[in-house]
């Protein structure tokens, strides 16, 4: 059974910074595309990045570039999602996926995404 576990959420200052986990179990990631999107209330989910496992392709949001790094450890099955700088507006729940393929904009499409992890709250206070 495949399981993505999203973890280290949680409060920061505008201006610091918080590294996201996501573990994933139930099968080799090696071949897969993984993202993170983000959620905040009363808004859609939106993009924030996505790498290949092989690290070849890598994308950015606009709002996040400069900011934001993705990262992978393979041997524990893990992606990390490193992010500096935090603004106020990076506040929502952040979500972890796993696409078998997508390149280019269609990284950006969640629909693409057959994997998710149950979410991590990331608060950003001015």
């Known amino acids: 059974q495949v399981q993505l576990v999203d973890s280290g959420g949680g409060l920061a200052q505008a201006g610091g910074s918080l590294r996201l986990s996501c573990a994933a179990s139930g099968r080799t990631f090696s071949s897969y595309v993984m993202a993170w999107f983000r959620q905040a209330p009363g808004k859609e989910r939106e993009f924030v990045a996505a790498?290949?496992?092989?690290?070849?392709?890598?994308y950015y949001a606009d709002s996040v570039k400069e900011r934001f790094a993705l990262s992978r450890d393979g041997a524990k099955n893990t992606v990390y999602l490193q992010m500096n700088s935090l603004k106020p507006e990076d506040t929502a729940v952040y979500y972890c996926?796993?696409?078998?393929?997508?390149?280019?904009?269609?990284?950006?499409?969640?629909?693409?995404?057959?994997?998710w992890g149950q979410g991590t709250q990331v608060t950003v206070s001015s």
């Open positions: 790498f290949s496992w092989s690290g070849v392709s890598t």
């Open positions: 996926a796993a696409a078998k393929y997508c390149s280019g904009s269609g990284c950006y499409d969640g629909t693409r995404y057959a994997y």
